[in-house]
Structure formats: C-alpha cells, structure tokens
C-alpha cells in the first residue's frame, strides 16, 4: 500500500520556523521525486518544493525562496521541509506528493504526481 504521511504541521508565530515531514512507503522511493503543496482556503493548491530523493536537484516557488530549505533521506525514506522566517501568508494544508522523477520540475504540474498525502495544517499567527 501506498502512503505519503505528513507531520510536523502546527500554529507558530510570524517569524518562527517547522519542520515538515513526509514519510513514504510502498512504492520504489528512488524512482521518484518529492514535492510539497500548499492550499490556503479558497485558493488554488501550489507547489512550495520539490527533491529528487538522491537531492541531486531541488525546486523552490520564488515566494519560499530564501527561507524554506528541502531535503531528503533516502535512508529513511522521508523528505523534509524546514521553513523558516514564517509569514502569515504561508498559512495553509501542506501536502506531500510523489512524482516520477524524470518528470519533476519546477512547474509543480500537479496533474504529473501520482501519489499524495493527507496534508497538515500550518498556521501562522501575526
């Protein structure tokens, strides 16, 4: 069975940092990249990061660069992010997916992940 779980989601003030997790398990981790989403209410979902899972290569949105860090684990088969400097704006369900590698890129194509978590909900307070 497939899952992608999330972790690490909680309320923190503007300035503050998380750390997201995202544990996968039940399809071929190195075959894969891994994304993180994001979706605020009534807003579209947008990709925030993505990873190869040897993290040969990493995408940012140009709204976390400079303040959200990615990385991967291969020995345990979890993919972090590490964000920092938190804005209220960045309030929102934080998704990981999964997508075959060769198509990862910095376009976020949503419709190219196969496999997704549940999301965990990140606040941040002013």
């Known amino acids: 069975e497939v899952q992608l779980v999330e972790s690490g989601g909680g309320l923190v003030q503007a300035g503050g940092s998380l750390r997201l997790s995202c544990a996968a398990s039940?399809?071929?981790?190195?075959?894969?990249?891994i994304g993180w989403f994001r979706q605020a209410p009534g807003k579209e979902r947008e990709g925030v990061s993505c990873?190869?899972?040897?993290?040969?290569?990493?995408y940012y949105a140009d709204s976390v660069k400079g303040r959200f860090t990615i990385s991967s684990d291969k020995a345990k088969n979890t993919v972090y992010l590490y964000m920092n400097s938190l804005k209220p704006e960045d309030t929102a369900v934080y998704y990981c997916?999964?997508?075959?590698?060769?198509?990862?890129?910095?376009?976020?194509?949503?419709?190219?992940?196969?496999?997704w978590g549940q999301g965990t909900q990140v606040t941040v307070s002013s």
């Open positions: 990873i190869t899972t040897s993290g040969s290569r990493t």
């Open positions: 039940g399809f071929t981790f190195d075959a894969y990249g």
């Open positions: 997916a999964a997508v075959p590698e060769i198509h990862m890129s910095g376009s976020f194509d949503r419709d190219l992940y196969d496999y």
